[in-house]
């Protein structure tokens, strides 16, 4: 038997996919300027700890895999991203550092007989890292900063996408399996945009250069 939607169930579709992934509306200019300030802020943070770059300062990398979800309260999606951060060591309690995502695996929720399919198709950031050394090994850390990210949803041969910005914060563990390697485990939030919030939980390994 073939499936048809009819012209309510297609207008539900549309309207999930929009409300998942939409370009956002600049209705409160105001907010949008917070934004603009955190984001130089940011960037120029992460300038001078690079011009302030001496011997007692590291650099340092990571790689993850990370669990994210996207919701509004009644739908709930889960997609995979492999994480990649690269970042400086400014002090004993502070770092900064600059993020990059691509999606691995798309999340999907069914809607009419149809099953609709979301993932990110990239995300990228600027983070200060406030950090507590609480044994030789272990760290306690947190994160803030700015994430931009792309998702993308389909649906019955349908798709679209849209680029976001918004407030990104966390916290975490890492512990040093050697004085080169490490191993972590965070939990992020990438913001609230039209009511769908993004987390995520991430397991992933570090290195000191």
């Known amino acids: 038997m073939v499936s048809y939607l009819t012209t309510s169930a297609f207008d539900n579709t549309i309207s999930v996919g929009m409300m998942l992934c939409r370009k956002p509306i600049n209705r409160y200019p105001e907010i949008q300027m917070k934004k603009s300030l955190l984001i130089a802020a940011s960037l120029l943070a992460m300038s001078a700890a690079a011009q302030a770059f001496t011997g007692a300062s590291q650099a340092y990398g990571e790689l993850a895999y990370t669990s994210a979800s996207y919701s509004d309260g009644e739908i709930k999606v889960r997609p995979g991203v492999v994480r990649g951060i690269a970042g400086l060591e400014y002090s004993p ?5 600059a993020m990059f995502g691509a999606g691995v695996r798309d999340g999907s929720f069914g809607i009419a007989g149809y099953t609709a399919k979301v993932g990110v198709d990239y995300a990228y950031g600027v ?34 996408s849209t680029t976001d910005g918004d407030v990104s914060y966390g916290a975490g563990l890492k512990y040093a399996l050697t004085p080169q390697w490490s191993a972590s485990a965070d939990y992020m939030s990438y913001g609230k945009n039209d009511g769908a919030k993004g987390t995520g939980f991430s397991l992933g390994l570090g290195y000191k250069f």
């Open 93 to 97: 309690g502070l770092a900064f550092e």
């Open 127 to 160: 983070y200060v890292k406030p950090k507590l050394q609480i044994t030789p090994e272990l760290e306690l850390f947190g994160r803030v900063g700015y994430v931009r990210t792309k998702m993308s949803v389909s649906v019955a041969g349908m798709s679209m």
